[in-house]
């Protein structure tokens, strides 16, 4: 088997590639049928229904961002009705400044709220994601530089209960993967 | 008689099935190296000659904004009545053509149109770099420029709080977040590409570069997730997003009570415009470059097909928003109202040539002989936006791409006499006849606007360099071999082409 990484640091886990996004797709479907748990495919592109084919749940950033959004809200609530009715009432061509002013204020608290669903959205999306980092195992391996081009891996980490040198090495083969490797962690 | 059947079977499904995305079957090796080899190789001489232009250019507006700064708001023409004029003209104009970006990226990615992967990262970068310059001209227009923190949501130097009921202050909301939502948009559109880029550098230095830029981006499914739903939320946060940024943009003229400008059919009005001259735009810089770069494979004859059919949609809603503002100011009986439309923007000198026509011929030669003063600015917007895209129904028009540059040309010249006559021929003459006046741009004006094109080309130029212009692994993902179940139903005859466009 060839290895990646300096084999006297710890073993990240065993890699390999496939040929398309569909073959991805079905050896996804084998390996989550298979029990592991702590395992991914790389591909250059989002595939659809890969979800489901690995097994995994929908993402919940859009829990995040509702959270980012009311608290945007919020502050624009606060932004506004405090200032303009409480600190400052600002009369302005004989208006009332009461809390039944609050369409003009509807812009404001639109944008705002806008503004830090996006920040959780996107900031959030890479806080799952554990990025950014500098490195990541897997990157010692010379054939993954392809996963940003034509590549399709899957690697099944070291740390999955299910993970045996030989069983997984075994099941990767009859799936047909090429390129089976050990990747180390440095 | 089966294979009778049969044949007809698929001349019929050949007539119904959608072009390809991506032509000619290309490879998704052939699309990272075709997209990402314009970062890699050396700079070609246009694009030397081309960025040395736009930024000398960028230089006069940037040598004139400093005039202005440490001058003062006189060195413009604008003055009583005509307080705001190419100012506020160019900032509309720009933020405008912004939007076209954002439509691209999220409406269109909302409503599953898959052709817009190829051109939605170079039209996002258009928005960036438009809004880059309309933000320029708010900010100056304020005279004195050490002040405008004023517009920031905390107490002045005088303990007074920001009117939060105006809409310039919602505007300064509107806008600043548009900027930063379009640019965590576009980053997060960029990042895997970003990665291509790292995975292909051959320097230590760009290594090192686009390594930092791409977060560690390791395309797995399990980050793919959660990216695909936050680009997701982006462009459900952007769409309502745009729509508002140039409503409220529209609420700075329609909160007012000055006539022609006191209306409320601005918002959608506004919105369809600024699309409508966004996608000219886009058109506008994207035939060069897609020339230039030979991406004919990837943008193909139909996307540009496809945006001058949204440019004939939007042109007409445009047109259709002139003529009932018009209906609505003589359908009101106001008559500052009618005035405005009538004798300050429509009479024109060739109105007289239909003196003849039996019932409106008194009125017509009365209307050529007292012209408005700025007919020639309404007319051109007339033809420029209502009339010269209508060439688009036509599929000629929309498949030469000579005929699409200057129609789209004309659009971009007619939104900013849009712009430019709701804002001039209204605040010229309003209420009192005494305080009538006219505006004459100065040099500075002029040297400002045309500087701005320079700004816009520089930065794009700049952009076409250091990053793939067209989002690679999108349109990987509307190749035929995306889909994750081509090539399982091979007995069946697959449209191979259409499998991955079809959903």
């Not at chain 2, 900010?139 to 107490?155: E, S, Y």
């Amino acid at each position: 088997m060839q290895r990646a990484g300096n084999p006297d640091s710890p073993l990240f886990g065993m890699a390999a590639e496939v040929p398309s996004a569909s073959a991805l797709y079905h050896a996804a479907e084998k390996v989550r049928d298979a029990g592991y748990t702590r395992w991914d495919v790389y591909s250059p592109f989002p595939i659809h229904g890969m979800d489901h084919a690995m097994g995994v749940k929908k993402s919940w950033l859009s829990a995040l961002v509702f959270i980012g959004g009311i608290t945007g809200l919020t502050i624009a609530a606060a932004l506004t009705f405090y200032p303009s009715s409480i600190e400052y009432p600002l009369i302005v061509a004989g208006k009332p400044t009461n809390f039944f002013t609050v369409p003009a204020f509807f812009p404001i608290m639109f944008e705002l709220t806008v503004l830090l669903s996006a920040f959780t959205a996107t900031f959030g999306m890479l806080a799952l994601n554990g990025l950014p980092r500098w490195n990541h195992p897997i990157f010692n391996w010379n054939r993954f530089d392809r996963v940003s081009d034509d590549g399709f891996f899957l690697a099944i980490e070291a740390t999955d209960p299910e993970f045996d040198e030989e069983a997984t090495r075994a099941m990767l083969e009859g799936l047909g993967a090429k390129h089976i490797t050990l990747v180390y962690e440095d | 008689m089966a294979d009778a059947i049969m044949q007809n079977r698929e001349a019929a499904e050949q007539r119904i099935t959608r072009a390809p995305l991506v032509t000619n079957n290309r490879s998704m090796a052939w699309i990272t190296d075709h997209v990402a080899s314009v970062t890699e190789k050396k700079a070609p001489v246009w694009w030397w000659v081309l960025f040395t232009i736009s930024s000398a250019l960028a230089v006069c507006s940037v040598l004139c904004i400093g005039y202005l700064i440490s001058t003062g708001v006189g060195v413009w023409g604008l003055n009583h009545p005509v307080g705001w004029a190419w100012d506020i003209t160019n900032f509309v104009f720009w933020i405008g053509i912004g939007h076209a970006g954002t439509l691209i990226s999220a409406i269109l990615f909302l409503t599953r149109q898959k052709w817009r992967t190829s051109i939605n990262r170079a039209a996002e970068a258009m928005t960036l770099f438009a809004v880059v310059c309309a933000g320029i001209f708010p900010l100056i227009h304020v005279g004195r420029i050490w002040m405008v923190w004023f517009l920031a949501p905390v107490p002045n130097s005088n303990a007074i709080w920001q009117n939060f009921r105006s809409p310039l202050l919602w505007d300064v909301f509107a806008v600043s977040t548009y900027f930063t939502v379009s640019i965590l948009f576009w980053y997060t559109g960029l990042v895997p590409d970003l990665a291509t880029l790292r995975d292909r550098a051959k320097t230590k230095l760009r290594k090192f570069i686009y390594g930092i830029a791409a977060l560690g981006w390791r395309g797995g499914n399990r980050q793919w997730r959660h990216y695909e739903m936050a680009y997701l939320i982006l462009a459900g946060l952007s769409t309502p997003l745009v729509l508002s940024v140039h409503s409220v943009v529209s609420f700075d003229f329609a909160t007012s009570v000055i006539p022609g400008w006191h209306t409320t059919i601005f918002p959608p009005y506004f919105v369809a415009g600024a699309i409508f001259g966004g996608f000219a735009m886009v058109l506008t810089i994207m035939l060069p470059a897609r020339a230039i770069f030979g991406l004919h494979d990837l943008i193909t004859d139909d996307h540009v097909d496809k945006m001058c059919k949204i440019i004939v949609l939007t042109g007409s809603i445009v047109g259709y928003a002139y003529a009932m503002e018009f209906f609505i100011a003589w359908y009101s009986g106001n008559p500052y109202e009618r005035y405005v439309f009538v004798h300050n923007r429509l009479a024109a000198p060739f109105m007289s040539w239909f003196s003849w026509v039996p019932g409106i011929g008194p009125e017509m030669a009365a209307l050529g002989a007292n012209p408005a003063p700025y007919w020639w600015a309404y007319w051109s917007m007339i033809f420029c936006n209502v009339v010269a895209p209508q060439l688009f129904w036509s599929r000629y028009f929309r498949r030469h791409v000579i005929w699409v540059f200057i129609i789209c040309n004309f659009v971009n010249a007619g939104m900013w006499f849009e712009r430019f006559v709701i804002i001039v021929t209204s605040l010229h003459r309003d209420f009192l006849p005494s305080s009538w006046g006219m505006f004459y741009p100065t040099w500075v004006d002029i040297w400002t606007f045309t500087g701005t094109f320079g700004i816009f080309l520089a930065l794009f130029l700049l952009f076409i360099r250091w990053l793939p212009m067209i989002c690679i692994f999108e349109v990987k993902a509307v190749l035929p071999e995306a889909d994750p179940h081509h090539g399982h139903d091979d007995h069946h005859r697959e449209p191979v082409a259409v499998k991955g466009a079809a959903h």
